[in-house]
């Protein structure tokens, strides 16, 4: 716009009231911040198209080698033979051999464990090379599996087969290449074992096979053939020294048991030991006996002369005890009618004399039987210790002697069993040696194999495209998981948990040739369609009013007139975080969202240090805010009505060397004042938050405040912290605008590309018709 087009509005009005800054905003507590919905699917399959372009070229990637690994590799073929391995039982002899014998001993998962390792040993592998007379530039010695040497084995592979020079490997490096290619599977609940030789030679690899299997049962034969030949050899040696020692151990015997006089030691033992029994349970009996008659000894001697003890009355005593109480009651009874010297009476007086002193008599006699029973007894288990007591010396000395004849006996026994036994195995050895069965066997011999075992071209592409899936799934949730930043509205609802005032769309997510994704059909759409280019994204609310992006700041305008249902925002300050992120378009587009409703709307430069404004919008910048809060100027003079309907613009003006102490006078709140009564909405534009304390001064001389984030590339912890700052300066906080949004991006599949596409769609298609 021509600077003599500009139009200068003067202001006389009193200055306003001063108003009282907002009340501070109470920070959020920090779970409050961290509090998010709980993922779904859909959120899965979300970063899944956000990254599909990882996902499908790693796929393609793992894909592509794989395919060109399988079809380019050597055909490479397995021959399979399968082997019984039987424990060591058939023997055509009714005898065990050393070798079965040994066998025996060792558990049987061992046998077979042992004799799989056999199957892989180098002796085996140098039999099998020796007996087909393998070569090391023959096919199945010059193959290998190293991916890393496939060139120099398919060279020296065909030059051998040429007729070319021999590789000049050891014989050690061919059995190594030689087991390399050999697999040997024991086949699960049996016996069996699968025996298998990989190689680019098919008949070859058969053969292979087959030899290992004949080679494997020949020196199972000739191993236990040498091991009875030296177990017989062993034996005859053993015999010699033995037989010595049975002669002399049997001189010992028969020394020790003349000079002893132990003759029969087994039967004299028995009865000295049974002689010893019986007079331990005598003794037994015979103190038991005593300690009773003891007790009835010791109960009559503590007894006094005037009573007589229960436990020792004989049954005529408990009778003359029965007469004679009987009398007594007798007398008792004629006293009581009689006197003295009556018949009856003086009868009964002499029957009751002679039954006491009867009485008597059995009481003495009883008394001293107890005292003989009581000494016999005694005797009698004396004399039965003294017997006891020698036998028991007796049966020492025997078992003394018994100790060592047993001793020597033994001896003679083990060295004529040994003697016996190694002559006898001697014997059996020498004839076993030619006599034996195997208990290997062939169950299936190798057949030359038909089709390749590797490649498998199928299930390499398969396990290509697993594996190339998987990893491009883990990048694309790695990338999405490194990616800290604020990219829609439900990110600012779940970190920062500030009101979401909108979404701007960009400029490159919605301008395409071929088809306008929601875009409207003004003069800029006929551009596009043209291929004029995209365009200013500056003014677009003004320039392209049907366009998303236009409809999009006028969404912003809505949020903001309803964000509180009293009185909406009138002085309102845009600031962002960092530099570049679309704060200026933002202030300037809105200012102009504001001015369609038909109000004037006054936008002020308050970036002093970095201005765009009056680039923006084609003003002059000579004087501005830096004028009036540094000298007396009135603010009237520097208002420059634009071309835009009801939008005026105060410019930054030129950049002094101190806007925040500028910004912090009284003289930024008097300005506000004065022009609060002649516009309907002021917006300010400010520096970024974390750079300079700029917009944290302003912040609290306004009505609201507006974060400007870019999508996708400011980090979450920032906002964060502009949010704390703000907080912290007594801001209030209006809200947060996501600008740059690419709305063909997936965050914005299910919501944002579908709303503008209704929204514009059929305009589009008609602008597009118009056009065309």
């Not at 004028?627 to 208002?639: D, M, P, T």
């Amino acid at each position: 716009m021509a600077e003599d087009n500009n139009k200068l509005i003067r202001i006389e009005s009193p200055r306003a009231p001063e108003k009282a800054a907002p009340r501070p905003v109470e920070p959020l507590p920090v779970e409050m911040d961290e509090l998010g919905e709980s993922v779904h699917v859909r959120d899965y399959w979300r970063v899944l198209v956000k990254h599909r372009w990882i996902v499908l070229t790693c796929l393609l990637i793992f894909v592509t080698v794989a395919a060109i690994g399988s079809f380019k590799a050597v055909p490479i073929y397995k021959a399979y033979a399968k082997l019984e391995i039987e424990a060591e039982k058939s023997n055509i002899l009714p005898y065990k051999t050393v070798v079965e014998l040994e066998t025996q001993m060792v558990n049987q998962d061992q046998y077979l464990q042992t004799q799989f390792k056999i199957l892989q040993s180098r002796t085996l592998a140098r039999r099998v090379i020796e007996t087909l007379k393998l070569k090391a530039g023959d096919a199945p010695l010059s193959w290998d599996d190293d991916p890393l040497a496939n060139a120099e084995q398919l060279m020296t592979y065909w030059f051998a087969r040429e007729g070319a020079r021999e590789d000049a490997d050891t014989e050690s490096r061919l059995i190594t290449r030689f087991l390399k290619k050999l697999e040997v599977t024991p086949v699960r609940n049996s016996r069996l074992v699968e025996v298998s030789y990989l190689s680019p030679d098919a008949p070859m690899a058969a053969r292979i096979v087959n030899t290992l299997g004949n080679e494997y049962i020949l020196l199972n034969f000739e191993s236990k053939y040498d091991a009875t030949q030296k177990a017989t050899e062993f034996l005859s040696k053993q015999l010699v020294d033995l037989k010595i020692k049975v002669e002399r151990s049997e001189e010992d015997l028969v020394k020790y048991a003349q000079a002893h006089d132990i003759l029969g030691l087994d039967e004299k033992q028995n009865v000295t030991v049974r002689t010893l029994g019986d007079l331990n349970d005598a003794l037994t009996k015979a103190r038991t006996d005593r300690l009773r008659r003891e007790s009835l000894y010791r109960i009559v001697k503590d007894t006094a002369s005037s009573s007589f003890p229960e436990v020792i009355k004989t049954p005529l005593i408990v009778e003359l005890e029965k007469l004679s109480a009987e009398l007594r009651q007798r007398y008792v009874k004629l006293s009581s009618s009689f006197k003295a010297g009556w018949p009856e009476l003086d009868q009964v007086i002499n029957q009751m004399a002679a039954i006491n002193e009867q009485l008597q008599k059995e009481r003495v006699r009883s008394l001293s039987s107890i005292e003989v029973d009581y000494s016999a007894a005694l005797r009698h288990e004396t004399m039965l210790r003294t017997a006891f007591e020698n036998q028991k010396v007796e049966a020492n000395r025997l078992n003394q002697n018994a100790i060592q004849y047993n001793i020597l006996k033994r001896e003679v026994d083990t060295n004529k069993q040994l003697y016996d036994g190694l002559l006898q195995r001697m014997k059996e050895a020498s004839i076993s040696a030619g006599l034996k069965s195997s208990n290997i066997r062939i169950v299936d011999q190798a057949e030359v194999p038909r089709y390749p075992d590797r490649p498998r071209k199928g299930l390499n592409i398969l396990l290509s495209l697993a594996l190339g899936l998987s990893l491009g799934i883990g990048l694309a949730f790695f990338k999405e998981y490194m990616d800290n930043s604020i990219k829609t509205p439900d990110d600012v609802d779940r970190w920062v948990r500030l009101p979401n005032l909108g979404v701007i769309p960009s400029i490159r997510s919605i301008y395409d040739r071929k088809r306008l994704i929601g875009y409207g059909y003004g003069q800029h759409s006929r551009a596009l369609q043209k291929g004029d280019g995209p365009p200013a994204i500056g003014t677009i609310a003004h320039t392209d009013s049907t366009s998303i992006i236009a409809e999009a700041y006028r969404s912003v305008r809505t949020a903001l007139l309803l964000s509180h249902s009293e009185k909406p925002p009138k002085t309102i300050l845009l600031t962002s975080a960092n530099p570049s992120e679309g704060k200026t378009t933002s202030a300037i587009n809105l200012a102009i969202s504001l001015s369609q409703l038909g109000g004037r709307v006054l936008l002020v430069d308050c970036d002093m240090r970095n201005p765009h404004c009056h680039s923006i919008l084609s003003l002059p910048n000579k004087q501005g805010m830096s004028s009036f809060l540094a000298a007396n100027i009135e603010v009237s003079s520097l208002i420059i009505e634009t071309a835009i309907t009801n939008l005026f613009v105060i410019p930054a003006g030129k950049i002094p060397p101190n806007p925040a102490e500028l910004l912090a006078s009284s003289r930024m709140r008097q300005m506000l004042q004065l022009v609060d009564e002649f516009f309907e909405f002021i917006v300010i534009d400010s520096p970024p938050v974390l750079a300079v304390t700029d917009a944290l001064i302003l912040s609290r001389v306004v009505d609201g405040v507006v974060l400007v984030v870019r999508a996708e590339t400011t980090p979450k912890l920032m906002v964060q912290r502009v949010k704390r700052s703000l907080q912290t300066a007594g801001a209030k906080i209006l809200g947060v605008l996501i600008n740059q949004a690419n709305v063909r991006s997936a965050d914005y599949t299910y919501y944002y590309k579908s709303y503008y596409s209704y929204r514009y769609g059929e305009a589009a298609s008609e602008g597009r018709d118009h056009v065309t």
